[in-house]
């Protein structure tokens, strides 16, 4: 579930064109061009195989857990720079337990989960690389402790499945992405950067993706002890709050996921596979 972005922001229009039209290539910004001279170098670059539980898949990867943690913890920083994250010890407390609760049970455990609240009323939430899971306020007033555990369950369905850091490191390749990592000034050239694989993160996903993460939440969330038809409840107020809202009503996680009916229905048809 993508954040809420400024659309009329410069970094995110370059980026947002670059990443969704056919003819890309015309369209990507000069940062990203970057990549070339480069090329040969992550041709070269070490790259690890891993067998992905969550994808069932074997999957080639430039950025490895560590790199992935580094670039979550920069990344982090700049969410907290732009978001108010909220410090309220009973809410911290319930996000916590719930997202514990299903980070054990989730595919991935090579890394630490981070869940920290974002100020905002939108029923939304997103996932940056290294297991850092946002929840906005909004959504936390409004949903029933399985609702959130299904979200949460969602956001680390991507962060098992590699979504986030795959995208990123399939549009600006290696090189670029290990010099953010690395990186331990805040010039000119690293913000602009790092203003990139913000952008990249917050776009959302495919639909096969969405589809995957949503399988993930069932499992996730009744392997930890939650009931999975939290995930079709709060696909249904989704659907109710943009209803009432009428046609100008832009909630990013309707906008860009895969229809809301078509989401419900697949998620009762993988309830049903379990007894």
């Given at each position: 579930?993508?954040?809420?972005?400024?659309?009329?922001n410069?970094?995110?229009?370059?980026?947002y064109?670059?990443?969704?039209?056919?003819?890309?290539?015309?369209?990507?910004?000069?940062?990203?061009?970057?990549?070339?001279?480069?090329?040969?170098?992550?041709?070269?670059a070490?790259?690890?195989?891993?067998?992905?539980?969550?994808?069932?898949?074997?999957?080639?990867?430039?950025?490895?857990?560590?790199?992935?943690?580094?670039?979550?913890?920069?990344?982090?920083?700049?969410?907290?720079?732009?978001?108010?994250?909220?410090?309220?010890?009973?809410?911290?407390?319930?996000?916590?337990?719930?997202?514990?609760?299903?980070?054990?049970?989730?595919d991935?455990?090579?890394l630490?989960?981070?869940?920290?609240?974002i100020?905002?009323?939108?029923?939304?939430?997103?996932?940056?690389?290294?297991?850092?899971?946002?929840?906005?306020?909004?959504?936390?007033?409004?949903?029933?402790?399985?609702?959130?555990?299904?979200?949460?369950?969602?956001?680390?369905?991507?962060?098992?499945?590699?979504?986030?850091?795959?995208?990123?490191?399939?549009i600006?390749?290696?090189?670029i992405?290990?010099?953010?990592v690395?990186?331990?000034?805040?010039?000119?050239?690293?913000?602009?950067?790092?203003?990139?694989?913000?952008?990249?993160?917050?776009?959302?996903?495919?639909?096969?993706?969405?589809?995957?993460?949503?399988?993930?939440?069932?499992?996730?969330?009744?392997k930890?002890?939650?009931?999975?038809?939290?995930?079709?409840?709060?696909?249904?107020?989704l659907?109710?709050?943009?209803?009432?809202?009428?046609?100008?009503?832009?909630?990013?996680?309707?906008?860009?996921?895969?229809?809301?009916d078509?989401?419900?229905?697949?998620?009762?048809?993988?309830?049903?596979k379990?007894?």
């Amino acid at each position: 579930m993508p954040r809420r972005i400024n659309k009329n922001n410069l970094w995110y229009r370059k980026v947002y064109r670059a990443y969704h039209c056919e003819n890309c290539c015309k369209l990507l910004p000069k940062a990203i061009f970057l990549i070339i001279p480069f090329f040969l170098f992550f041709l070269l670059a070490g790259c690890v195989t891993i067998y992905n539980p969550a994808t069932q898949k074997k999957e080639t990867l430039l950025i490895d857990t560590r790199s992935e943690v580094s670039l979550g913890r920069n990344m982090d920083m700049q969410v907290q720079s732009q978001f108010q994250v909220l410090s309220d010890p009973w809410k911290q407390n319930r996000l916590d337990n719930i997202g514990q609760k299903i980070a054990a049970a989730s595919d991935r455990q090579d890394l630490i989960y981070h869940f920290k609240i974002i100020k905002d009323a939108e029923l939304n939430a997103f996932t940056i690389p290294g297991g850092y899971i946002y929840v906005n306020s909004g959504l936390m007033e409004r949903a029933s402790d399985d609702e959130l555990a299904c979200v949460i369950a969602h956001e680390i369905g991507h962060t098992a499945a590699r979504h986030t850091v795959k995208k990123i490191q399939a549009i600006l390749g290696y090189q670029i992405v290990m010099n953010i990592v690395m990186s331990a000034n805040n010039n000119k050239s690293t913000i602009q950067a790092m203003d990139i694989v913000f952008s990249l993160a917050s776009l959302g996903y495919g639909r096969q993706d969405e589809t995957l993460a949503d399988k993930l939440a069932v499992k996730y969330a009744r392997k930890a002890g939650f009931n999975p038809y939290g995930m079709v409840t709060f696909f249904e107020k989704l659907k109710k709050e943009a209803e009432e809202k009428g046609a100008n009503f832009n909630l990013v996680f309707l906008s860009s996921h895969p229809p809301i009916d078509e989401r419900i229905k697949n998620v009762k048809n993988e309830i049903a596979k379990y007894p």
